[in-house]
């Protein structure tokens, strides 16, 4: 029976490898005994700051060493780290602060103005941390966080309980429109994670940290080196990192604020990085598309695992990866931020993977609406459950964790909503979601939100949001809107109008204009014929 905690693990492995790499930004390079001194001095700061015990951190950040000292900080003081989308409007990150119970935010200072519009609502934050960057150092409201994260260590710093109880709270898309955080104990985390070994490649989990520090090579100069190519504010890129400096390795981050093709092939050339965390195609299509009109540009010879989550990834863009890094590994992960280890598919040169076709997690099942496992080749619909460790549900909404957390054949398991069926030879066969939420880019979008928002401009009398097949992000959103009378409808204007209530990422890129809705009696559209109409319009070149 084990008891992981995040924060003594990294404490572990730092005195084990003090001297090696464990973060890299462009030219910032931390090792694991800066990153072990920055972390408790943001903890003791914390801890001063009369924070409570399992009290929130936000992390209003983009990719950088920062993001992870943060989170680290907050498991040190057995505070809990919350993910912010920083692609949120102001109303949205109230939400989500007030929701979260947020004690302390740390941000970047590019942000500062937005803050400075909802903070005096915040009343719960007791202690705000800027990030300068290249907009300055930031309001005087709020604390230098690298004064603070730079500063030594008080001899006999409070010292505070940590267990595997203490909790991630991980926030994502609603099917309200409003996110939801999820609560991840670090003992269940770590354990999904692997704890410290690999199913893949055969390695058992650790039993315990000694058995954990013990596997480090410490005659070599670096651990592991991971590149997050995606954004660390998602549970992709959070787990991932965990997961690999728990291993002794190191993360990079790029400097890019917007992807940089790029910088991220140069980045793994300069620093030897040996696996990159990308979601789906829409990085892995331009990632093709740059390699192959610069074929003879990079060296890639160290990489030897690319991994995507969130979003799908095609079996053509895997081939054509797979020609300029044939050493390397695909695996392309089926999971939630509910649930992780519905399945897997794994390519490999000459072996690419069907789109949507995955081998099926040890502890998943499929079950149908009478709670029965689905038999495989039966053609027979089921949703997709995890059991073994998952969260304890959504913070403060029983309902939803309700909805989400069931009991099967008399234990609980963890439903996010995912549809497949069961092939004959037990891989699954994903179907996607069933309500008709849209994810593109790796984003949920929930079409009630965006339908609202749209709602409110002048030109529109009705509006209802469908996901549209896209190469590269998966899916777009597609507004279908019905005008008021002899008001013109103007695509850009409308995207514009939602840009400035939601994050841009929820702006309808496509926009299709019906004489009616069609609503029932009961307001219910029925979105399938209203997806087809949008597909068959845009085709025809009409909107």
Known sequence: MTNWNIAEILSA????????????????????????????????????????????????????????????????????PVNTNYRYAAEEIFYLFDNADAEAIVFHAVFSDLLDTVRNRLTKVKRWYVVSDETGNGPEWATPYESVVSASVPVGMPQVPRSGDDLLLLYTGGTTGMPKGVMWRQDDLFNVLGGGGNAVSGIPPADGIDDLISRIDTSLPTGPVMLVACPLMHGTGQFTAINNLGLGGCIVTLTNRKFDVSELLGTIEKR?????????????????????????????????????SGVMWSQENKAGLLDFIPQAILFDSFGSSEAIGMGASISSKGAPQQTAKFQIGATCAVFNENGERVVPGSGEQG?????GFIPLGYYKDEAKSAQTFRTYEGRRWSVPGDFAEVNEDGTLRLLGRGSV?????????????????????????DAVCVGLPDQRFGEVICAVVESEADRPIDSVALADHVKGLLAHYKAPRHVVVVDTIGRAA??????????????????????
């Open 383 to 387: 949703v997709v459950a995890v059991g």
């Open 437 to 461: 939420c849209i994810n593109t880019g790796g984003e949920k979008v929930f079409p009630e939100e965006v339908e609202e928002a749209l709602k409110t401009h002048p030109s529109v009398r």
């Open 522 to 543: 009961n307001g219910k559209v029925d979105y399938k014929r209203l997806k087809e109409l949008a597909i068959e319009r845009l085709a025809a070149g009409q909107s």
């Open 272 to 308: 030897a990085v040996s696996s990159v965390i990308i979601v789906g195609q829409a990085f892995a299509g331009p990632m093709l598309d740059h390699l192959q009109l610069n074929p003879n540009r990079y060296n890639l010879t160290s990489l030897a695992v690319v991994t995507s």
């Open 13 to 80: 492995v730092a005195a084990q490898v003090p001297d090696r790499p464990c973060q890299i930004q462009g030219d910032r390079v931390f090792t694991w005994a800066q990153f072990e001194q920055r972390t408790n001095a943001l903890a003791a700061d914390l801890l001063d700051s009369g924070m409570t015990h399992h009290g929130k951190l936000a992390c209003y950040l983009y990719n950088s060493p920062e993001y992870l000292e943060s989170m680290v900080g907050a498991f040190k003081a057995a505070m809990v």
